[in-house]
């Protein structure tokens, strides 16, 4: 499945050199608030992969106060692109910026979030006050609570899901096994009206005897300074195809608790991610219905008129269900106490902003659920993810407007962060403004492009494209870029053209797009394959820069033909601002090459326009 992406702007850090080798920080990097003041935001930056001789660095995060440092909590995610976790602390007015510095070292570690786990359960607290619980364990359904006979009890048996979820004063927020839904589980995921070679499965009411959902196995278990929590992967399983009792969805929940809040603050904020796969050889169909998808159940302390629901658009319990909303609050009060949980849509997921599913009677008990299937039907289809993202805010008191919206801000449109980063050490240098000498024109042939008097490279149009005597496969590169200024009557594709061309296989895209909607076509897109995240073009005239990890795609010998086995992946920086996080290629892209397992060079197009290019250089990553 696809490694855990982000809606961060944000900058790479290429980190090829070792602490010996290279003076000062490794990377400054600078957050800035934008339009929204930013509280205790939690912020990631994507590292580059790290070349042989220093893996396995330690990495020290330093805030810049003036003349000083000082030293803050920092955490790095491993995965195919390492990721620099870190709170940003305090205040940061709207408008207003802070700088940092990367350097060797020790990180900083005060409060832990921890994750620890036995043969039952999986606890995750922050310092020592328990915020959730995950049953990894089957939870056998308790007898006599409910009108099931005992027959059909071990039906009700199940793993995961999420209980108790704790507030910060300690109370319990969630419910299980409840007499009126023996069926409901605390917080939990599966889908209701669903149909597999043309047969219902419904794997919330196991009641039906068709389908359920189970743990598998943990893919991973967090304790640190930033964040804490779990990656585990779970089955959801028709027990009537043709093949018998059936897998049929691969899901995997990431759940991250920040260390943030706490109980003299009085919140939790915690990220949930669940990516599912359909497995099998046929695709899941979702029904049109009222319920299924993410759920939450609370505690049946909640009921009738000491609770309620109040979402984005002012809903509440007499009007909320079946609208949409990207966010839903859902409080209630014990012994005078009043908490709840507002869950966030993040602004990517299926049909955002969601419909939702909420219990609208009197004297009810809270019951949440997300519901894309309320929309329509759809269908998951085998080989495909698909990815749903929430945020939750577990407070005390009633909803603040204003605080929910503060945090929907910094998930929804978080803050900007960018990086500046030294060419490193031991970099092979492609162009340095002095000679074509690591380059070839077409065929093998004489460069016939110009050198200008800044010491920059610049395509003289129908000389023909160039190419790097050196071929690549995994790598870190930094180019430099500039686009003419063109006469207004030139349009699309005609305004300042060229490319980089990985491998002459995948087209990353040079073009002036300065202020236009990002498209597959347009600068930073990876040419008619996806757009850039965001455009952040500058004007004709002006130099730019692209930053690129690459991996290559991976083959296998098979019977004397080499076979795909992974696709290539590709994370883009352009001026700065994180466009593509780690996203596969499935194919070559526009006029490039064949995909094949020989590495081939990079090429520099000349596709008619006078494109300037400058300091190019390059770090093979073993």
């Known amino acids: 499945?696809?490694?855990?992406?982000?809606?961060?702007?944000?900058?790479?850090?290429?980190?090829?050199?070792?602490?010996?080798?290279?003076?000062?920080p490794l990377a400054t990097i600078t957050v800035e608030a934008g339009a929204h003041a930013r509280i205790d935001t939690p912020v990631s930056v994507p590292l580059a992969s790290v070349p042989q001789a220093v893996a396995g660095q330690a990495l020290s995060l330093q805030e810049v106060r003036g003349s000083s440092r000082v030293t803050v909590p920092a955490q790095v995610e491993p995965g195919p692109t390492p990721r620099l976790h870190w709170i940003l602390s305090g205040t940061l007015p709207a408008g207003q910026k802070r700088t940092y510095e990367?350097?060797?070292?020790?990180?900083?570690?005060?409060?832990?979030?921890?994750?620890?786990?036995?043969?039952?359960?999986?606890?995750?607290?922050?310092?020592?006050?328990?915020?959730?619980?995950?049953?990894?364990?089957?939870?056998?359904?308790?007898?006599?609570?409910?009108?099931?006979?005992?027959?059909?009890?071990?039906?009700?048996?199940?793993?995961?899901?999420?209980?108790?979820?704790w507030s910060p004063r300690g109370t319990v927020l969630t419910d299980i096994n409840p007499p009126d839904h023996l069926h409901h589980l605390g917080i939990w995921m599966p889908w209701t009206l669903t149909s597999y070679e043309g047969k219902k499965v419904d794997f919330w009411n196991v009641g039906d005897a068709t389908g359920t959902v189970r743990?598998?196995?943990?893919?991973?278990?967090?304790?640190?300074?930033?964040?804490?929590?779990?990656?585990?992967?779970?089955?959801?399983?028709?027990?009537?195809?043709s093949k018998g009792e059936q897998t049929i969805l691969k899901e995997v929940w990431d759940v991250r608790v920040y260390n943030v809040g706490g109980s003299q603050k009085g919140y939790w904020l915690v990220d949930f991610q669940s990516t599912q796969r359909c497995?099998?050889?046929?695709?899941?169909?979702?029904?049109?219905?009222?319920?299924?998808?993410?759920?939450?159940?609370?505690?049946?302390?909640?009921?009738?008129?000491?609770?309620?629901?109040?979402?984005?658009?002012?809903?509440?319990?007499?009007?909320?269900?079946?609208?949409?909303?990207?966010?839903?609050?859902?409080?209630g009060t014990i012994d005078g106490q009043t908490e709840g949980v507002t869950f966030y849509s993040h602004p990517k997921n299926f049909q955002h902003p969601e419909p939702m599913r909420l219990w609208p009677g009197a004297n009810e008990h809270i019951f949440f659920n997300f519901c894309p299937s309320q929309a329509g039907r759809w269908e998951m289809k085998p080989g495909e993810d698909h990815v749903f993202r929430y945020r939750w805010f577990v407070h005390d008191g009633k909803p603040d407007v204003a605080e929910i919206e503060r945090i929907w801000n910094d998930y929804a449109n978080p803050p900007q962060v960018t990086?500046?980063?030294?060419?490193?050490?031991?970099?092979?240098?492609?162009?340095?403004?002095?000679?074509?000498?690591?380059?070839?024109?077409?065929?093998?042939?004489?460069?016939?492009?110009?050198?200008?008097?800044?010491?920059?490279?610049?395509?003289?149009?129908?000389?023909?494209?160039?190419?790097?005597?050196?071929?690549?496969?995994?790598?870190?590169?930094h180019a430099e870029f500039k686009t003419p200024q063109m006469p207004p009557e030139v349009k699309g594709q005609g305004r300042g053209n060229s490319g980089i061309y990985?491998?002459?296989?995948?087209?990353?895209?040079?073009?002036?797009?300065?202020?236009?909607?990002?498209?597959?076509?347009?600068?930073?897109?990876?040419?008619?394959?996806?757009?850039?995240?965001?455009?952040?073009?500058?004007?004709?005239?002006?130099?730019?820069?692209?930053?690129?990890?690459?991996?290559?795609?991976?083959?296998?010998?098979?019977g004397g033909k080499p076979v795909k086995k992974q696709n290539a992946r590709i994370t883009v920086f352009h001026n700065g601002v994180l466009i593509h996080d780690n996203v596969e290629i499935p194919?070559?892209?526009?006029?490039?090459?064949?995909?094949?397992?020989?590495?081939?060079?990079?090429?520099?197009?000349?596709?008619?326009n006078e494109v300037a290019f400058r300091n190019i250089w390059l770090v093979p990553l073993d």
């Open 587 to 608: 194919n070559k892209t526009g006029a490039g090459r064949p995909e094949g397992p020989q590495p081939r060079p990079i090429l520099l197009q000349d596709h008619g």
């Open 215 to 241: 743990f598998s196995k943990y893919l991973s278990a967090t304790t640190g300074a930033v964040y804490g929590g779990f990656q585990a992967e779970q089955d959801h399983v028709a027990f009537k195809t």
């Open 279 to 331: 497995v099998a050889d046929q695709p899941l169909i979702q029904e049109e219905y009222r319920y299924g998808g993410f759920g939450f159940r609370a505690t049946r302390q909640w009921k009738g008129a000491n609770c309620d629901y109040l979402t984005s658009e002012g809903k509440t319990r007499k009007d909320g269900h079946g609208t949409r909303a990207r966010w839903c609050d859902n409080y």
């Open 1 to 24: 499945m696809k490694a855990r992406g982000s809606a961060l702007v944000i900058m790479m850090v290429l980190l090829v050199c070792g602490a010996s080798a290279c003076a000062g």
């Open 419 to 477: 990086v500046k980063s030294a060419r490193p050490e031991g970099a092979i240098v492609l162009f340095d403004g002095k000679d074509f000498s690591q380059w070839e024109g077409p065929k093998g042939g004489a460069v016939a492009w110009k050198i200008t008097d800044d010491g920059a490279m610049q395509i003289v149009p129908k000389s023909g494209s160039i190419t790097t005597k050196r071929n690549v496969e995994d790598f870190i590169l």
């Open 102 to 165: 990367l350097v060797a070292g020790e990180a900083r570690t005060d409060r832990q979030v921890k994750a620890v786990k036995d043969e039952k359960n999986l606890v995750v607290s922050v310092g020592d006050a328990k915020v959730m619980q995950y049953h990894h364990a089957m939870w056998p359904a308790p007898k006599g609570v409910a009108k099931v006979p005992d027959a059909k009890l071990p039906l009700y048996d199940h793993s995961a899901f999420i209980h108790p979820l």
């Open 502 to 558: 990985i491998q002459q296989r995948y087209e990353l895209q040079i073009l002036d797009s300065y202020g236009l909607p990002p498209k597959n076509n347009e600068c930073g897109s990876i040419y008619t394959f996806r757009a850039p995240d965001q455009n952040v073009c500058k004007k004709p005239g002006e130099w730019q820069t692209y930053d690129i990890l690459f991996r290559a795609a991976r083959f296998a010998d098979e």
